[in-house]
């Protein structure tokens, strides 16, 4: 047998339960309109600040408007809670909770703000009225034939020949107040919600700003959290792998000096093996030192470049000139970034010295590496210098470089004191 009905196509059913769904939240009777109308009574009391400044006398309207001014901050910390009650829509505030009562009283006398509490408002309290009204008002003409029997029946409503007629014409424009108000509740609820949201939260350069702030808070957690984590590596190391070997080093150097009667080819075993262990000691110690040296955070910046400057194997003439101790984790900034180019500078310029310089202006740390090598370094194509800009920018600092063919190179980098 064929099929004597084609379905509707997937989009058209659900285009069909979308709108079926849509038609049950607008029903009288459905969460959504009670939710809707008692959203809108709440909001009612909120254009009595209007009323009360227009129905002023002339002599106390300066009074009165001051006072209205006064209320801002404390009519919007209202209607946030209002929406966020009866609505679940978070409306953020202007300025962070933690600001002092200054800038939260500065940020309450706003130009939007007094929009909303003296013109938007009053209005937004008509619409609410116009709702409930139209509610009470379906009421009635519902309950018509029911209220016109408790009446005498001498009456006008009752007494009248048409009476009957009447009531049928006030029951339907009651049954179709009674189908209309929702919609015209959930418009009216839409509006207000939209401009308390427009109107009494942060507006998208706020909003950016504040982003941007969360944002260099996120990147100094990161980069404190690396800095830690690289502490306690090098701690681990230093108390558990760096001992063991050490012993190890010792147990061998022990061994090969007493056991004397052991056969040739073991003591060249063990030789070897306590060269090995050395070796690995040195290593490790290097390795160590380099993640994160104990003189940076026992003795500073200072110390922690004139033992880098006293390792290197180009001379370099170091300039600190430093009133105090900076950020631990700019310091660390400044300490790889300095001996990263300290090893670049002694593997590919070919100089005879370099100048380093450190400064502290403001709240600015100036590094100046300088050497008389033959030049030609280009950070677009080294990943070293790459690196050098990363770990500048890892703090909000600056990096720039100079280097002409035949030298000489100069880097600069300016870091912040404190992040």
């Not at 929406?83 to 909770?97: D, I």
Request: contains cysteine; aromatic residues 4%.
């Amino acid at each position: 047998m064929f099929q004597s009905k084609i379905d509707a196509p997937p989009h058209r059913a659900a285009r069909g339960a979308a709108v079926r769904a849509v038609l049950a939240t607008r029903t009288p009777w459905s969460a959504s309109a009670r939710r809707d109308s008692l959203f809108l009574a709440a909001g009612l009391p909120f254009g009595l600040p209007t009323v009360i400044v227009l129905s002023a006398p002339i002599d106390v309207l300066p009074l009165c408007l001051l006072l209205a001014v006064a209320l801002l901050d404390l009519l919007t910390t209202a209607q946030r809670g209002r929406v966020r009650a009866l609505h679940g829509v978070e409306v953020p505030s202007r300025v962070p909770p933690e600001a002092a009562w200054l800038v939260r009283l500065r940020a309450g006398l706003t130009w939007r703000q007094a929009v909303h509490h003296l013109l938007v408002a009053p209005v937004q309290a008509l619409c609410a009225g116009l709702v409930l009204a139209l509610w009470g008002a379906s009421a009635v003409l519902l309950g018509f034939f029911g209220w016109v029997r408790l009446l005498p029946p001498d009456n006008p409503l009752r007494a009248g020949p048409g009476w009957a007629v009447e009531g049928a014409f006030a029951t339907l424009g009651g049954l179709l107040l009674l189908v209309a108000t929702p919609w015209l509740a959930a418009l009216c609820a839409a509006v207000d919600l939209w401009t308390v949201r427009a109107l009494l939260g942060p507006n998208r350069a706020e909003v950016l700003e504040r982003r941007v702030e969360h944002l260099a808070r996120s990147r100094v957690d990161v980069v404190d959290a690396a800095d830690a984590e690289r502490r306690r590596i090098e701690r681990d190391l230093h108390d558990g792998a760096q001992q063991r070997l050490v012993s190890l080093a010792m147990n061998l150097g022990l061994a090969r000096r007493t056991l004397k009667h052991l056969p040739p080819e073991a003591m060249e075993v063990i030789a070897a093996a306590h060269e090995e262990a050395q070796a690995a000691v040195r290593e490790l110690h290097d390795l160590v030192r380099g993640l994160h040296p104990a003189v940076l955070e026992d003795r500073g910046l200072d110390a922690a470049l004139s033992g880098i400057a006293a390792r290197s194997p180009v001379p370099v003439h170091l300039t600190v000139d430093l009133p105090g101790r900076i950020a631990p984790t700019v310091e660390a900034v400044a300490y790889f970034t300095v001996s990263e180019a300290l090893a670049n500078a002694a593997k590919h310029s070919r100089a005879s010295r370099v100048d380093l310089a450190l400064r502290q202006s403001a709240d600015r740390l100036r590094i100046t590496i300088t050497d008389d090598g033959v030049g030609g370094a280009d950070a677009g194509r080294g990943t070293g210098l790459t690196g050098l800009r990363k770990r500048a920018a890892s703090v909000d600092g600056s990096f720039t470089i100079t280097s002409p063919r035949g030298g000489p190179t100069t880097i600069t980098m300016e870091l912040p004191c404190e992040l």
